[in-house]
């Protein structure tokens, strides 16, 4: 996908219409600064913006995509093969697809279990619902993302999984255990030995080199001084970062530091590792390997992931999406096996669907 041509498109319709670019992000209430980006091609659109943007600029997702107007008999006929052309160049390969032989268990395992677990918080004009009768199934092996709009209750539910917070109602079972119930003084021993975690900033320390932050979470776990640099040196290959271990982190790229993090995280063996938001600060090629990672990590390893993410590519390599609003789940979208090309075009396909019930669904 060109985003040097679907930038220019963006501002060509813009301009056709007679708005500034502060009128475009007014419009869609966002920043000058990202209508700016995508001008530019420096980034897309998100997700939930994708709709409204369409039909503010009075296109179609399809001439979105291919960056240009496509003629109305043409769209018709072909406007499923040319959506799933403009996919395909984006996502490039499937290097996110079934699983195989000798991999992880095939009968699924549940490691996560949320039951009908609900938050209020206590303001002074009352209480604040922010989680309602939320429930689902992770199980081992798993790669599954959380979608929602800004307050959709999304990094609550994080929180709440990563004993950070606890449920008002409900339990928690992680391999069995209630987490929910965790003490709060055990909560921070909890999450070093049974979470892994990957953030947006990565939240690595920079007067530590590479290496050092890979094996600090170790070094907290009191493992061996020389079984902590066997399991560092093994991760550090497998997530092709061997060659910075001895460099600091600022010294390293963006996707390079979040590789770090990623490493940081599977090398502590956790049940789950949650992920908030790991590619926001990525460029999409660091992205794409960073998710490529992740998948090879559950496929391979039977590791088990909890992604937040906007980012419809990011989504697009889980194995099922849950869609946030309003403190609840609205929908659900598992990919059954299919190619990431065909399930992103089934999540955008759900926000099509789902736009005349709900618009802010995404």
């Keep these: 996908m060109d985003q040097i041509k679907i930038g220019a498109f963006i501002s060509q319709r813009r301009k056709e219409k007679g708005w500034t670019q502060t009128r475009l992000a007014e419009e869609l209430g966002i920043t000058d600064k990202a209508v700016s980006k995508w001008e530019t091609g420096r980034s897309m659109p998100d997700l939930s913006l994708l709709s409204p943007l369409c039909t503010l600029l009075e296109i179609t997702l399809n001439e979105l995509f291919a960056g240009e107007r496509i003629p109305e008999p043409f769209l018709k006929k072909k ?7 403009v996919i395909t160049n984006w996502l490039g390969v499937d290097r996110c697809g079934k699983r195989e032989e000798g991999g992880a268990p095939s009968v699924p395992v549940p490691v996560l279990e949320v039951q009908n677990i609900s938050k209020v918080y206590q303001s002074d004009s009352g209480p604040v619902p922010a989680l309602n009768d939320v429930s689902f199934q992770i199980h081992r092996g798993s790669f599954v993302g959380i979608m929602g709009a800004s307050g959709s209750g999304k990094t609550t539910l994080l929180n709440l999984i990563a004993t950070i917070d606890k449920p008002s109602v409900g339990a928690i079972w992680l391999n069995g255990k209630n987490i929910a119930d965790i003490p709060e003084e055990d909560r921070a021993d909890f999450r070093r030995g049974h979470l892994g975690f990957v953030f947006q900033e990565y939240n690595l320390l920079d007067t530590l080199t590479i290496y050092e932050n890979i094996a600090l979470a170790l070094t907290i776990k009191e493992i061996p001084r020389e079984t902590v640099e066997k399991i560092v040196l093994d991760t550090a290959e497998r997530l092709n970062i061997s060659s910075i271990l001895d460099q600091f982190p600022y010294e390293v790229s963006g996707g390079q530091r979040q590789r770090c993090a990623c490493a940081r995280a599977i090398a502590v063996n956790p ?17 794409r390997q960073l998710l490529d990672t992740f998948s090879t990590l559950c496929r391979e390893d039977g590791a088990t992931i909890l992604m937040v993410t906007h980012d419809v590519m990011a989504a697009s390599c889980c194995d099922r999406i849950l869609f946030m609003q309003d403190g609840e789940i ?5 990919r059954n096996g299919e190619d990431k090309q065909v399930f992103f075009a089934d ?10 019930e709900n618009r802010d669904l995404f």
């Design 79 to 85: 406007a499923d093969e040319i959506l799933m052309e």
């Design 271 to 287: 049940d789950i590792i949650l992920a908030d938001e790991p590619t926001g600060a990525l460029d999409s090629h660091a992205a």
């Design 330 to 334: 609205k929908a659900a979208l598992d």
């Design 347 to 356: 999540i955008l396909k759900k926000l099509q669907q789902t736009e005349g």
